[in-house]
């Protein structure tokens, strides 16, 4: 069966610190992967997407990813967190069709 | 542009009573999504619109839940009977192409609590 794990629940990551927060994936065909973040009372915004091509994404925000296919992981980085980064981020797995199969989310908390 | 927007932004309710969710696409986005996201859970599939017709009602959780979009445009998520279990954020979401590369847009959210 298709899905999607995020195995943080949370992250907490001090102001200026890189961050990286997990996405594994399982899917029978070549997936399409995306990263979207939410924050309070705002609607999911797509970070970054990956569909072919060269392996390693870069997105808004100054996040990237890189798509590993030997680990069925799909994982987003940031450099330097700032504290506006705080919010809950989602993976989602996708195909040729409308279907996301979505992750349970990592929520990020930013110390000062 | 304007993005999807979703009424009402809040919505408290009685147990077994009728509620109404509205939402807004983006102008010329022939595709519409509703999503239902739990507390701590990533969003569940309910149903899609392609144009007038309800494509894929598969995640609709049973027959309480109902969802139109006469026009095209604008579409309704009616929920009959609420239970408590019915609480949750009800997200829309539409885009200008139902294929998986085409990214979807998604609003706001209604939150639904039914006491």
């Known amino acids: 069966a298709q899905s999607v794990t995020q195995p943080d629940i949370h992250i907490t990551v001090s102001e200026g610190a890189s961050l990286e927060l997990r996405c594994n994936y399982s899917?029978?065909?070549?997936?399409?992967l995306f990263w979207y973040v939410q924050s309070p009372g705002q609607g999911l915004q797509l970070l970054l997407k990956y569909f072919s091509g060269d392996t390693l994404v870069q997105g808004i925000k100054g996040f990237e990813a890189e798509f590993k296919r030997s680990q069925s992981s799909f994982n987003l980085r940031k450099p330097s967190v700032h504290w506006s980064d705080a919010a809950e981020y989602f993976c989602a797995v996708g195909s040729s069709n409308y279907q996301l199969i979505w992750g349970a989310g990592t929520k990020l908390i930013i110390k000062p | 542009g304007a993005g999807v927007s979703q009424t009402p932004s809040n919505k408290v309710t009685e147990k077994g009573k009728y509620v109404e969710l509205r939402c807004d696409p983006i102008?010329?986005?022939?595709?519409l999504y509703w999503y239902r996201q739990s507390l701590g859970q990533g969003p569940e599939f309910l149903i899609y619109?392609?144009?007038?017709?309800?494509?894929?009602d598969s995640g609709l959780p049973n027959d309480r839940f109902f969802a139109v979009r006469p026009e095209g445009s604008v579409s309704t998520l009616k929920i009959q009977r609420t239970e408590r279990g019915d609480s949750a954020v009800y997200l829309c979401?539409?885009?200008?192409?139902?294929?998986?590369?085409?990214?979807?847009?998604f609003g706001p959210g209604t939150r639904l609590t039914v006491t």
């Open positions: 619109f392609q144009g007038t017709g309800a494509a894929d």
């Open positions: 102008s010329g986005h022939t595709a």
């Open positions: 899917y029978g065909a070549t997936p399409y």
């Open positions: 979401a539409s885009s200008l192409n139902p294929r998986g590369d085409y990214e979807q847009y």
